[in-house]
């Protein structure tokens, strides 16, 4: 999440005036990036609050529901802190918009929003995402990520404020379709969608020489966990890396490493099977870039920063048709699996390796369309154009006015 509320800022403030509001924990990032405080961004200082909040947070292993119900009860207290520092001028007419980037989740209000609508300010919220359901054939893997509280989740929805928040919110921007249908009915003109990732074309988005010899190159990216399906991949994949049809890296680590490390060298398949452990996202391009797809079968993911990071390098992914993967690829940019029990998407996934280690020629077509299709739309600077366009929409005018991100 902090870096997708960089990221937007970092691309908005090329096409207007904004001053940033952030945690005081973000601070020297930002001064190391090249910005000034106070005139170009203000930090809030919560720790007290929030840092015993994070601590029994990370000593109760809590997941992902968990940690959002947490930022929940914490978040109001922030934006206390910031109308207290920003108030008079918001009711001044200082700046024209208020946009809260941060948090991504629908469930966590803001009490600034009701403020900013009595004082005749457009607020702008979003992108949200979050509350895609679990697939039920994968209730165990839910388990394992410790999310309990996601089988009451829908109870948000009695949080004290939440609907006077939306009432006063200009516009939405939601980061996923689901998102978007999980809101008001009374507020579907003013959601625009926009997925909340995008890539940097400075890392990514540079000239690729696209080919696609034999053996196929495939590469997984995230962390190795139940849900992501690393285990499925290497399942999956077993006989084609046997038989030397197919290679795989594995970038990122986590709870399940020594499973997968186990499963390969009961299989034999050390020679076809690299494990690079956690790497910087800097080196993410070299590694990414060499292979031919991205096989990444996560069954529950909200936005999907990775595939869109892969089409960039010309590297076609191959995922499972199921939340925010399911909506970054089309026919002409990837493949995409059912979701369905496990065995399922095993078959499946194994079945499309198959096609393409007998033709990975087929390739080249999707390589070059995906690739296009997110530099045209899905890079920082493309969101920041559409922010601007919802800026513009929700307007008021005012004279020397600019834009304040929370």
């Not at 033709?359 to 969101?383: I, M």
């Amino acid at each position: 999440m902090p870096l997708v509320g960089w990221s937007l800022f970092d691309a908005v403030r090329r096409v207007a005036d904004v001053h940033l509001v952030t945690q005081i924990r973000n601070r020297d990032a930002i001064l190391r990036a090249g910005l000034v405080e106070s005139r170009d961004f203000t930090v809030i200082d919560t720790e007290r609050f929030e840092r015993p909040l994070w601590k029994l947070g990370k000593a109760l292993r809590l997941g992902w529901t968990s940690k959002m119900a947490l930022n929940a009860l914490s978040y109001p207290y922030f934006e206390r802190l910031v109308w207290a520092r920003f108030g008079d001028e918001i009711r001044s007419g200082a700046y024209d918009i208020v946009h809260r980037v941060t948090p991504l989740s629908p469930t966590v209000t803001s009490p600034i929003a009701a403020r900013c609508a009595a004082a005749g300010i457009p607020f702008v919220l979003g992108p949200l995402n979050g509350g895609l359901p679990w697939p039920r054939e994968f209730d165990a893997a839910r388990r394992k990520e410790k999310e309990w509280l996601s089988y009451v989740r829908n109870a948000y929805r009695l949080t004290p404020g939440r609907r006077r928040m939306f009432k006063a919110t200009s516009a939405i921007l939601a980061g996923s379709h689901h998102t978007a249908s999980e809101l008001p009915a009374e507020l579907h003109d003013r959601v625009t969608y926009l997925p909340e990732n995008a890539i940097e074309t400075k890392r990514f988005g540079q000239p690729v020489d696209r080919s696609f010899p034999p053996p196929l190159r495939a590469c997984f990216v995230g962390r190795l966990v139940p849900y992501k399906g690393p285990d499925m991949l290497l399942e999956a994949a077993a006989p084609l890396l046997a038989d030397g049809r197919l290679t795989l890296d594995i970038v990122g680590d986590g709870p399940m490493m020594s499973e997968l490390q186990a499963f390969v060298a009961e299989h034999d398949l050390g020679s076809a099977v690299t494990f690079h452990g956690w790497v910087t996202h800097e080196a993410v391009p070299q590694i990414l870039g060499r292979a031919h797809v991205l096989t990444f079968p996560s069954i529950r993911e909200f936005g999907g920063g990775v595939v869109l990071e892969a089409m960039a390098l010309g590297v076609v992914p191959i995922v499972v048709d199921y939340g925010g993967p399911g909506e970054l690829v089309a026919e002409t940019t990837g493949y995409k699996v059912p979701i369905g029990p496990r065995p399922q998407i095993i078959a499946a996934l194994q079945d499309r390796l198959v096609r393409l280690a007998a033709a990975p020629e087929t390739l080249a077509p999707l390589s070059a369309t995906a690739r296009d299709e997110v530099l045209e739309n899905f890079t920082w600077d493309a969101k920041a154009r559409r922010i601007l366009s919802v800026y513009t929409r929700v307007r008021q005018p005012c004279a020397s006015a600019q834009t304040t991100f929370t």
